[in-house]
């Protein structure tokens, strides 16, 4: 999750409230704390209800958290810190873009561009087509197309080079980029297309098509007017590149009609090289008119649609704990309108109004505890779960990506703490109720 | 009896303020949690059902987004490629071309971006959905006026303009082409508040112009049509027009698809189906239950607290059913007047001082609170108070007089 504050703020915060608990039991110094357990467990209908409540909202944010966490993960394991994306100038995104070779055929000669050990330039050019895909055999209700990423390149090896990726099983797709299927009588028949699929999309392909939970090498699906053959799968699938199928920039732009690319990608020494070669680029290259920035960045514009989500699950979070709120504090009023006399007899006992004030909100904080942790443990049960959404920059186009619903320390430590302070902004008000109450009120 | 039990259950609850005020609130916000995640899935529901009459068609490009087809199509499309005496032409038409830009080339956020739907300025009141209330002069300035455009109150608010200025547009993505444009009108508040209209025949007389003068098409000039909208009567209809259009050989580079707007759209929320699923099976049920919970939490202390009174009630001749009615109308009291209120509050607040929810799904940028939910707010706080108080209920009504004195005495 990307936020202004820095990662260990979260991490700690649970901790941190732990910290300030002690603090509070060393300054009272004597709280009934066993009297506050035993009530707790007495009451245990109530308790159970209460801390329910708690469960299941911090549950559900877990869960959304896991799926915000999950796109954040995606976007920003895409981009490298040392490439440079190029599209042409005024394109918002790679799907609008349009370069021409002749007007980009130098520009992997610029200063600062990396090259492999046989002295080529560490660059990849790609034309970037969203296909409207028929599903084979749709279930009823469910939508007949599907949006399908396709990256048209080069050079697959060097393109994966360029962007961190490598084969997990089969090999790279031919010089030419297709291939003839033999004929049941051994002569050449049909052309396919040779594709690599990405681990998500591999899966999603599968759905509807072959008995198995992902398409594997050799396997063969419909795309466009074509059929295509997969001959490789592409990893790590935790980027936007999981989602994709690779094929021949030269066979897969001419069939959907763009004969241009769309990107050039190029790989500098590091992020600091990058912004130079993007500004220089940018300003400075001749040939044409074009827009560079550093991949990273470029990703990073992508989380637009994710900091709309996170504002949306915040919001929903925040009004699901008013509930909960409100939840605890008629419990808390409940149990201390029932036990009027014990706080009489802790009063004569020689317990102060702080010390009874402390006593009903920790009491408090013990339910928000046992209900956060059980949310915390039912929610990171969606750790690994996968989704579809869009990654997008709010500004046209985007990427239709499947994630991986990720619950970190981080998500936990959010759900726990949200859980706690509902306890507390929940439990003060009865605890301060029950800390006036006085000794001969409460024994009357 | 039954005037007494409610008088009761009145009592009941005024008599324990705090815990009824607690317990309303409670229920309200989560009613308004569970109305704005229903209002999404009821719009998202009601676009993607397929209708039987009146529906809508989309042409497009075949295999790919964004769909760009040559401005040429767009006559015979419209005509549904009706080419034979009997061949079914649609009852209304419009195309869309997509033109977008910036107010400051040097500068560009998201505040000073715009983008338009080229179109025939007569087709907003027909074609469009909820616009054929809309002002005909507004069209008819449109018409006079090519460099005419009716902009959407948000969109507008972000440019900081204002009906009757004019701007100039650097082009994204007609490269080239920079318009100027006059501010002729505003769009209702609503579903067009970051959409802008402009009259189609301006950006192609621009395209001419731009060939005119340079000697060379633009790189656009064959990919400016982007939607062909077809109005048809009945299913039976848009099939023939369907198989019309695929069937044709004027369609070919590229080849284009036909659709119902229902299923069109479904595609584009493909992307969001787990989502949307997380919303309708997730989070309306875990809320549901938060609320049950909640009364259940409420319900059961007010039944522990009363024991003794109930069994003075079965003393004095009320019969279990009663004490059962009584502790249930209390719940549903409570839980149906702050489901209510709530539906109402968020009825009004969201449409009218918000101008709706902005939660941007797809294409679509904001979502209305419609009417129904003000019969789904009580709905949900009655059965969800039913629900929890159901328990707590029956120990009401079972129970034991010996034993609650025996404890008393």
Redesign the interface.
Known sequence: MNSVLPEWVYQASPAAMALLVLVALLVFRKVPLRYNMRNVLVRW??TV??A??FA??V??LT??LA?VNGMYRLTEGSGQSGNVIVL?????DE??S?LSYSDTSNIEQEPGVERDEEGRALCSREVY????QPVPNAPPG??????VQVRGVDDPRLAARVHGLSLIEGQWFSEAGVEELPSADGRVGQQVIQAILGEAVAVELAKGLYDKPRLEVGDLFEL??RTWKVVGILGPGSSTFGSEIWGKFQVVGPL???ERYTSIVLRTADLDSARRLAEHLTKNFKQAAVQAQPEWDYYKKLNATNE??LV?IMF?AA??A???V??I???M??AI??RIKDIGVLRVLGYSRWQILASFFLESLLLALAGGLVGCAVGSLADGWT????VSS???GGK?VILRLVVDVRTLAVGLTFSLVMGAVGGILPAVSAMRIRILDALR | MFFKLFLLMLKNLRRHLLRTSLTAVATMVLVFVVILVWSILYFLDVVTQERAKDLKAIVTERWQIPSQMPFSYADSLSRGAASKPDDIVPDDSMTWQFYGGTLDPNKRTRENLIFFFAMEPKKLRTMMDDLDTLDPELIRKMEQNKRGVIVGQERLKALNKQVGERFTVSSLNYKGIDLEFEIVGVFPQGRYDQSAVMNRDYLNDALDDYYRKRGVRHPMHDRTLNLVWLKVPDSRAFARVAEQIMTSGLYTQPAVKCETAASGISTWLDAYRDLIWGMRWLLSPAVLVTMALVVANTISISVRERLTELAVMKVLGYRPWHLLVLVLGEALLVGGLSGAASAGLTFWVINHVFGGLKFPIAFFPEFLVPRASLWWGPVLGAATAVAGSILPAWTARAVRVSEVFAKVA
């Open positions: 209908r109530v209800l209460t329910s409540a299941l909202i549950a559900l869960v959304m799926f042409s100038d005024g394109a918002t799907l609008f349009n087509i969203i296909v409207n469910r939508p007949k197309r599907r949006f466009g007017p959907f009609g763009k709309q989500f949306s929903v009004v699901m008013v509930g909960g409100f939840s504090m008629n419990t009023f409940a309108s029932q989704a579809s959404s869009i709010g500004q046209g239709t």
